[in-house]
């Protein structure tokens, strides 16, 4: 009787002492997938390569009877942001995506033809938007802080203009193209190149940064989650052995 009471109570004290035989790979990292990589595969999309010879292309409604004012400011640096820019003109046949599109050929075939093709415009020269096609480099007055060219319109229409730099890297506080009113004349529609994409891949990486951040933060929750119900089962487990072990503890008592 002895024996079989020492025998109960070592099983006891067995119980009570045996390691928890969950390991950390039941809860743990095994079953997870991080999927950032499907994130950044499916949740960012690549901006299309620029091929077109020009930076920027825009379109504009302009009228017969009123004067217009191409203008480029020196930057805050004391230089303009360079010291010439091609700029094509071509009549649009709509004041739409097609229109602007339809001119792309044209603007192809000018930007495609050699430096003695186009016309030289200084600084206080004439543009002319008509229905003729033009090709102008515009040469910046280097000795003076902004730089004016004359827009002169034949015709009532949409006009697509198309140049070698975006027209906004000349501007300081002053709009690239306003009427003689002063009025800034924005595009009824443009289009960029690197520029326009390094813009929107600053945003997409925020808002993939963002989305990291979400994910990473739902993940966490998960965890403590199944932390605090891995706890809870570990208590119970604990709690049963506890209870099984007592029985056995007092069994001996009781012979």
């Known amino acids: 009787m002895t024996g079989f009471r020492g025998f109960l109570s070592a099983l006891a004290i067995f119980l009570l002492t045996v390691p928890d035989c969950k390991g950390e790979g039941q809860n743990g990292t095994e079953d997870h997938v991080d999927d950032n990589g499907v994130h950044e595969e499916h949740g960012h999309t690549e901006a299309a390569a620029w091929i077109h010879p020009w930076a920027w292309a825009g379109l504009a409604h302009l009228s017969a009877d009123m004067d217009y004012t191409w203008s480029a400011v020196r930057q805050a640096s004391g230089g ?3 010291e010439e820019m091609r700029l094509v003109i071509i009549a649009a046949v709509s004041a739409d995506e097609m229109g602007l599109e339809a001119a792309e050929e044209a603007a192809e075939a000018l930007f495609a ?8 415009v200084h600084s206080g020269g004439v543009l002319m938007a008509s229905r003729t096609d033009a090709s ?27 140049a070698e730099h975006a027209p906004n890297e000349f501007e300081n506080g002053f709009h ?4 003689r009113t002063g009025k800034s004349i924005e595009m009824i529609m443009e289009h960029g190149s690197a520029h326009e994409h390094e813009h929107e891949d600053e945003h997409d990486g925020e808002d993939e940064h963002n989305g990291e951040h979400e994910h990473e933060d739902e993940h966490d929750h998960e ?9 809870t089962s570990d208590n119970h487990d604990k709690w049963g052995l506890v209870l099984a072990s007592s029985s056995i503890i007092a069994v001996p008592s009781l012979l």
């Open 80 to 82: 303009y942001a360079e």
């Open 113 to 120: 033809t050699p430096a003695a093709n186009w016309t030289l």
């Open 136 to 162: 102008y480099i515009l040469q910046f007055d280097q000795f003076s802080w902004i730089s004016l060219f004359s827009l002169r319109v034949g015709h009532d229409g949409p006009f697509a203009l198309f």
């Open 176 to 179: 690239y193209l306003r009427d």
């Open 223 to 231: 965890d403590e989650h199944e932390q605090e119900a891995g706890l």
